[in-house]
């Protein structure tokens, strides 16, 4: 068994390592983790496939152990006070651990992004250029309490040719260890390095922090999580930062909107899984939209919690309540059963609220013009523009990419649902025979 050692996650305060050795630990581990993606960046794909099968079997084959650890996370999280919405992310259960596995499958039969030429072409004087895509190298991940997470960027990391240094969070922290180590037990199996997988939770955030400084030895660092957690990631690196940001989703409920496409739309987008990041958090509703009563009615009996403007709590058909809605409210990630809802006059105003608190990963129009859903498509300026569907399909799953290390809200080269590509970046090959520049 390939097991890395974690044993200092449990260490009390007396003996818990000193800064220096924190230090030293994380860069050791990088180091390793160095050496690991020289060896993965030459694995075809057809070893890097076997790995991810053996990744699959082994997790639906130690399922029980899997779960055990999980059940110790999820106890200790309801003990100390964490919410529904993050118990909910916290939680694995038979049927996720199947759809775990189904992803890393899924992976599998992807191709390869690694080799694959992004241009080329022979010049006037001979030479013969391509530029073609090639792995990062060495890929931190900071997340927190979504252990499936650890599966999910391990695989795609693996697939692309990276190895990569988890930091999961101590909400997480028995799932991981457990998940680390089969994935480390099934690398070994298959003969590819272990240590393209490690973790540094064993150093808590101290082990973050130098994760973050650690330039040179890291190559880039991916942050997945809330607000706080990305922002202390992008103030504070040295390391590159490719930023995955919040979901504050809007949906426009324009005025053609179809009455039974908005309330499936909208009971989908709000209420199929809350906790996560493109549910939807605001809706705007065109003050002629017909479909309004119904979509509030399906919502309340769902169990929403609407907190509204003045004009919206105008127009909610009898024995509905809502809260009054605050400046507040309007930026708000709930990630719960909540949801802001406005009302305005024109197009105009959607567009102008939008981009007022946009986190820029996903919006969505419902609407049955044209004209308005190609306006939507020009002006709405996120990751993911959505039109006539749930923005629950802003998903590396679901848009066929195998999984996702994120959502990516900035407009560097990965934007939107990251996967394989993503995680690689390009180099030039130019080869002739005795040209010299004149």
Known sequence: MTVQDTSSVNRNAETAPSPEEVEAGVHSIADRARAASRRMARANRAWKDLALEQIAQDVVARRDAVLAANAKDVERGRANGTSEALLDRLTLTPKRIDALAAALRDLAGLPDPVGSVARGQTLPNGLRMRQVHVPLGVVGAIYEARPNVTLDIAGLALKSGNAVILRGGSAAAATNTVLVNLIRDSLDTVGLPSDAVQTIDQYGRPGANFLMKARGKVDVLIPRGGRDLIQNVVTNAAVPVIETGEGNVHIYLDESAREEMAVDILLNAKTQRPSVCNTVETLLVHANSAAAPQVL????????????????????????????????????????????????????????????????????IITNDLANAERFIAEIDSAAVIVNASTRFTDGGELGLGAEVGISTQKMHARGPMGLKELTTTKWIIQGDGQVRA
């Open 297 to 364: 009615s399906a919502l309340a009996a769902a169990g929403v919690r609407l907190h509204t403007d003045d004009r919206i709590r105008g127009i909610l058909p009898e024995g509905i309540t809502a809260m009054e809605a605050t400046e507040a409210d309007w930026g708000r990630e709930y990630m719960d059963l909540d949801l802001a809802v406005a009302m305005v006059d024109t197009m105009d105003e959607a567009l102008e609220h939008i981009r007022t608190f946009s986190t820029g990963h996903t919006e969505a």
